[in-house]
């Protein structure tokens, strides 16, 4: 591979990209939650018919399980060679 | 007739007559065998072929259902895209060992009888671990014996089972159990172990990643299967497998949101995918049930699909540790997406295949009023976005630059990442396809407007948490550690406990010893002080003595005989 290949700046290593596509994540989300609002969900569950449930159980489920996950490391780290020795 | 000669044979035999080519003959042998397999399947009519009679019992070897076509079918695909995967691999031992395992797990799901069950069973476990061993190093030689050890563990429990089974039932055929039945729960926990049930579920985190590139790509797609057919045969409709099944879906994925290796977050995240079947299993309705054999079709294939591009990785660069990769995405373009399309796949996006298979089940779960089990799974469905879904791609291929620059994929491996990830999208987009295979009438539409837009929030919000996790540098770091699970009772517990008692017991045994010693000394001495040379009891007495003794008593006796 050529250096000026492996140089090469791509379109991800910006910063102000990365924000972009950050930005356009929380622009169909929020699109998402919007329609809501005009499709009426059928669920079998009554309470999974409030309007932005699946949003808002994805987003603190997924909060919840890295804090819980991180906290777990406190207990359960050991070093790597932990079973080698 | 196609029935008498048994598919696993086909499959093993290709591993026989792989083990005698070389160069491209083995390489048409690996790729024809699969292919034979899939044309015999697709012939066969339902029904017992190929009986035999040992030890006064009929051995069924094929035994054929819809169940059995089912399992029958995409292991011979998995077996085919393994094959083309490992088509650069110029190792004898993986590119035999993979057909005949494959095929002694094709014959275990056509065994009818108990016994046949067993021998395949063992078989495939043997032929398995020759691709955990064909890593050739230290780790993966203790790992593969940790493996086997567990797996023989399993047939033991199965053939106690059948024989208990048998001894009060008078049949040794393979089919409804249940639980309450003599032998249930010893068969429970043998398929549960290959279905790494909690608690007997680590021998996978443990041996899996540690196996070759090509070799784990095999080995995620039949041993735990395996356990999901026996379950889906012997025990559907048994409510304790809710229970067991909501638990494989939500702990594991604590454990790979802080595990480095990236093989072994796919490890974990099989257990949670397993999870989800054997809810189905355990909610026994045809919905369920459809849906659980249903996604371990797809899974086989998504999850090989996974484990190809992180095969690939590994290849390229030497490590699958999250703190080691980055970035690679400018290297292995192809590889990104393929793993991207197993990502989506896994994570239950529209237009992929665990999303018309895995909604049967959690439907199915409400139908049946297990509202808290549903809950389970949706968390567990969101978790698995964000740890298989994003971590693995984005560890691997975004995230910081590593500065690895490598070379694409070869070439067998791209082809197979292709396919794989074109039937991944195939299930997605026409899932009626996969409906009419399975077992059970079909009745269930995935594709509604409420089903769309409740799964896109779900994994839109689960991304857009990693995201501000990430920004907000709360997500924690990838770090180069060990994470205790249950393989510790086995690997330290156990050693730590035999080492505690074998020096206690040396530790008595000496005191022991000591105390012998001294008692058997100080008997001897004592002996010696009075039989010994010149010891009192010992000494010769002169006749004159004794004469002078017998008169004095004599005197003695007539004194007191007077008195």
């Known amino acids: ?85 | 007739m196609i029935g008498e000669w048994p598919v696993g044979l086909t499959l093993i035999a290709g591993g026989v007559l792989a083990a005698i080519a070389r160069g491209r003959v083995r390489d048409a042998v690996t790729i024809i065998a699969p292919l034979l397999a899939l044309a015999q399947l697709a012939a066969l009519a339902p029904g017992d072929y190929v009986q035999l009679h040992v030890l006064g019992r009929t051995l069924v070897l094929m035994h054929v259902d819809r169940l059995s076509l089912l399992f029958g079918y995409v292991f011979a695909i998995a077996t085919l895209l393994g094959a083309i995967y490992a088509l650069q691999v110029d190792d004898a031992v993986q590119r035999v060992s993979a057909p005949i395992y494959a095929g002694c797990t094709v014959a275990a799901v056509f065994a009818g009888d108990m016994l046949s069950l067993f021998v395949f069973w063992e078989l495939s476990a043997i032929a398995s671990v020759l691709l955990i061993w064909a890593r050739r190093t230290e780790r993966s030689y203790r790992a593969g014996m940790r493996y086997i050890a567990v797996q023989l563990v399993s047939g033991m429990l199965l053939l106690a089972g059948a024989l208990v089974h048998e001894a009060a039932s008078g049949s040794i055929g393979f089919g409804y159990i249940g639980l309450a039945a003599p032998g249930g729960a010893l068969l429970l926990v043998a398929f549960g172990i290959k279905a790494s049930f909690p608690f007997l579920h680590n021998w996978l985190q443990d041996a899996y990643p540690e196996a070759t590139e090509a070799g784990t790509v095999v080995l995620s797609s039949f041993t735990t299967k395996l356990g999901i057919y026996a379950l889906a045969r012997a025990f559907p409709g048994t409510e304790l497998l809710v229970w067991v099944g909501a638990t494989m879906t939500a702990f594991p994925i604590f454990y790979a949101v802080i595990e480095n290796d990236l093989r072994r977050v796919l490890a974990y995240s099989m257990t949670n995918q397993l999870g989800f079947m054997v809810v189905g299993i355990g909610i026994g309705t045809d919905l369920a049930l459809n849906g659980a054999v249903a996604h371990a079709f797809a899974d086989i294939i998504f999850k090989s699909l996974l484990f190809m591009s992180m095969g690939a990785v590994l290849l390229r660069t030497g490590t699958v540790n999250g703190t080691s990769l980055g970035g690679l995405y400018k290297s292995m373009p192809w590889t990104t997406g393929f793993c991207i399309v197993g990502a989506a796949s896994i994570s239950a996006f529209p237009l992929f295949s665990a999303f018309v298979t895995k909604s049967m089940i959690m439907e199915a779960a409400v139908e049946q009023g297990h509202v808290g089990v549903w809950l389970v799974l949706l968390f567990a469905s969101a978790g698995v976005f964000h740890h298989a879904g994003i971590k693995i791609p984005y560890f691997a291929f975004f995230g910081h630059d590593s500065g690895i620059r490598c070379k694409e994929a070869p070439g067998s491996m791209l082809v197979a990442m292709a396919l794989a990830a074109a039937l991944c999208v195939g299930i997605g987009v026409f899932p009626g396809t996969l409906y009419a295979l399975l077992p059970w009438s079909v009745d269930y539409h995935p594709y509604t407007a409420s089903h769309v837009l409740a799964q896109l929030q779900l994994l839109v919000f689960s991304a857009l948490a990693f995201a501000v996790l990430m920004r907000t540098g709360i997500y924690p770091p990838e770090l180069r550690a060990v994470n205790l699970d249950s393989d510790w009772v086995y690997r330290r517990l156990g050693p730590d406990l035999v080492a505690a008692c074998t020096s206690v017991v040396s530790r008595g045994l000496r005191t022991l010893g000591a105390a012998a010693r001294g008692l058997s000394t100080g008997l001897l001495r004592w002996t010696l002080r009075w039989h010994g040379p010149g010891g009192l009891l010992a000494r010769t007495q002169s006749t004159g003595a004794m004469a002078l003794w017998i008169s004095a008593l004599l005197a003695l006796y007539l004194v007191m005989y007077y008195a």
């Open chain 1, 1 to 85: 591979m050529s250096k000026a290949k492996a140089d090469k700046v791509y379109w991800l290593d910006r910063s102000e990209n990365v924000t972009k596509l950050f930005l356009g994540l929380c622009a169909v989300g929020l699109l998402l939650v919007i329609a809501d609002l005009i499709v009426h969900r059928h669920d079998a569950v009554a309470f999974a018919q409030w309007f932005g449930f699946y949003a808002a159980y994805g987003f603190f489920a997924c909060v919840a399980l890295v804090l819980t996950a991180k906290a777990m490391r406190r207990v359960l780290k050991r070093p790597e060679d932990y079973y080698d020795r």
